[in-house]
């Protein structure tokens, strides 16, 4: 709590932000109880301000996309708060906290209904929310995401991996949300159709004032989106950095190190190294 | 795109219906039903069985024009009894002097009306159990499942009779009584359908955009588990047939003068030896019924439900 609310007021004194968007303190996710408890997140803390994007990067299994579950309600916060725009989230979440937080799931083959249009998956979000002119709204949302209104009454199986994401980002976007959580948007599609993904997230950001969280394994990823990111394991905070370390190959932590070499990927001095020490 | 293989000659409606950019929900909708179709008249057995289900519903709706004599008042018992299939008589005359083939035409109304009530009755409610379970899961999961096996663990026209007996025969009684014996298999479907569907990430989503449960069920659960349902309420369909011909064979289903298939088989059993027709032509009637819906059932399966087939 202390050091949480030291680092805050560094953060307002040295002038680099306002508020934090969102500021998760000593998070934990429990899994099951007895010998089955699993601990998936261990005591994370970050703060992203508004505006920014922040990386969490990190192996399968090291609790990364669990914290943005918790964030959002998919996972239960065991301890420890999250704060979004300077409010606790409750439990249940509320409609208003939808209307500011929404997510970009990993697989754009899953995560769109079958039965569903496009035009019934954009308008679910505005019907729910009680909006008006969805007509438009849904025509708008289309463009902002690149595609045209002929897309508007296809279903999922005749879109492409590619089209079917632009969909998910604007049906998360219809809401106008602050904050969008990206769980492996890219991971699933192969790598000219990531790299557009990637770009029109980024103009998205910048275009609508978003706060994005990025969940990835892939370093080029966050370094190419995030300013800043946090690297875990086992469900720990190992080290936070900022995309221009990890660019330039500077980490003070080992494990992030060894990452980075990992993302290189294969290198004759790697395995020399690895079959000297055997 | 995917969704549009190319085609011969593509006439213009065709093309308009595989348009893999449809301009309004209807075009995509019909699109889908379009696709279904093609794929549904492939097998011709099913189309033999969707042809049989048509002709019951019209000879059901046109039963006045169709059949030439009344289906209930008796004719001349010293001359129209029991007389054979002929052209005056189609299918023959039974014991008090009725034209069969009026009352098979006229039972058609009987057996329609027990179908469509049993399907009406059962569905929804196998459905709403099956999803809500499946979906909630814990303690709701437990009570409604328990109490679909209690269901289960009856043997069907064993209950079924014991209704009739507590509630007195008639066919709205065994109606009620098929209802409450054929829903728990619908229920069981549709649970393991929504435990496949529950954890999926479009189900997150929509959560996430703040629906209710009631909305997630009905607009995105049940739209995929109807499906496999309605394959198997339409193999189901012959099952009930038989079970409301059985009651009234047993004379605790429709009770006289209705002609009532089963009933009518049982009174041809005193003449099965010598005047075979009067029970064969209600039999055969159960039969080719029966059978148009199991082959419509199957081919339903290998549209709407590609995993079940084989």
């Known amino acids: 709590m202390m050091s949480a609310r030291s680092r805050l007021s560094t953060a307002t004194l040295l002038g680099l932000c306002k508020d934090p968007m969102l500021d998760i303190q000593k998070l934990k996710v429990v899994y099951g109880t007895g010998h089955l408890r699993v601990d998936a997140v261990k005591d994370v803390s970050f703060h992203v301000e508004a505006g920014a994007a922040y990386g969490l990067v990190g192996e399968s299994g090291s609790g990364k996309s669990t914290v943005l579950r918790a964030i959002c309600g998919l996972a239960p916060i065991s301890a420890g708060q999250v704060f979004v725009d300077g409010k606790e989230v409750k439990e249940p979440r509320d409609k208003a906290f939808y209307r500011t937080v929404q997510m970009v799931f990993q697989d754009p083959y899953a995560s769109l209904h079958p039965r569903h249009t496009v035009d019934r998956t954009l308008s679910e979000p505005l019907a729910i929310h009680g909006e008006r002119d969805a007509e438009v709204r849904i025509l708008q949302a289309l463009r902002e995401v690149g595609l045209g209104p002929s897309f508007r009454f296809r279903y999922p199986h005749q879109l492409s991996g590619g089209q079917r994401q632009r969909i998910a980002i604007a049906r998360a976007l219809i809401l106008r949300p602050k904050v969008l959580l990206l769980d492996e948007p890219t991971s699933a599609l192969d790598a000219s159709v990531q790299a557009e993904i990637l770009n029109l997230l980024d103009e998205l950001r910048r275009k609508m004032g978003l706060t994005y969280i990025l969940v990835s394994h892939d370093l080029a990823v966050v370094a190419h989106l995030c300013e800043r990111l946090l690297v875990m394991r086992h469900g720990e905070g190992v080290e936070e950095t900022t995309a221009v370390a990890l660019r330039t190959g500077r980490a003070s932590n080992a494990y992030t190190q060894e990452l980075i070499e990992a993302s290189r990927g294969f290198s004759r001095d790697t395995v020399k190294t690895a079959s000297a020490a055997l | ?310």
């Open chain 2, 1 to 310: 795109m995917a969704g549009a293989p190319p085609l011969p000659q593509p006439s213009g409606l065709q093309a308009w219906l595989l348009s893999s950019e449809p301009a309004s929900r209807w075009q995509a909708r019909l699109g889908r039903g379009y696709l279904g179709w093609r794929a549904f008249t492939k097998n011709p057995l099913a189309v033999l069985g969707l042809a049989i289900v048509i002709l019951l519903v019209l000879v059901a709706i046109l039963a006045p024009l169709i059949a030439p004599y009344s289906p209930v008042a008796g004719g001349d018992l010293r001359t129209e009894r029991l007389l054979p299939p002929s052209g005056t008589f189609w299918f023959g005359t039974d014991d008090q002097g009725r034209d069969i083939f009026s009352r098979v035409v006229y039972g058609s109304r009987i057996t329609l009306w027990v179908v469509m009530l049993v399907a009406v009755i059962a569905t929804p409610i196998g459905v709403m159990i099956g999803t809500v379970a499946g979906y909630h899961g814990g303690w709701i999961d437990t009570v409604l499942m328990r109490i679909t096996d209690i269901f289960l663990a009856f043997p069907r026209l064993i209950l079924a009779l014991a209704f009739v007996a507590a509630l007195g025969p008639g066919i709205e009684n065994a109606i009620i009584a098929i209802s409450i014996t054929s829903w728990p298999p619908y229920a069981r479907i549709a649970r393991a359908e929504t435990l496949t569907i529950r954890n999926s990430d479009f189900i997150a989503a929509v959560k996430l955009q703040g629906a209710s449960t009631p909305r997630i069920i009905f607009g995105h659960v049940i739209p995929l588990c109807i499906s496999s349902v309605i394959v198997r309420v339409t193999l189901d369909m012959a099952g009930i047939i038989l079970t409301a011909a059985g009651l009234g064979f047993l004379g605790l289903g429709a009770q006289p003068p209705m002609p009532e298939w089963g009933a009518m088989v049982a009174t041809g059993r005193n003449y099965l030896i010598d005047q075979w027709w009067v029970a064969a032509m209600p039999g055969l009637a159960i039969f080719v019924v029966s059978l148009g819906f199991n082959l419509l059932g199957d081919g339903l399966r290998d549209v709407l439900d590609p995993k079940a087939a084989k």
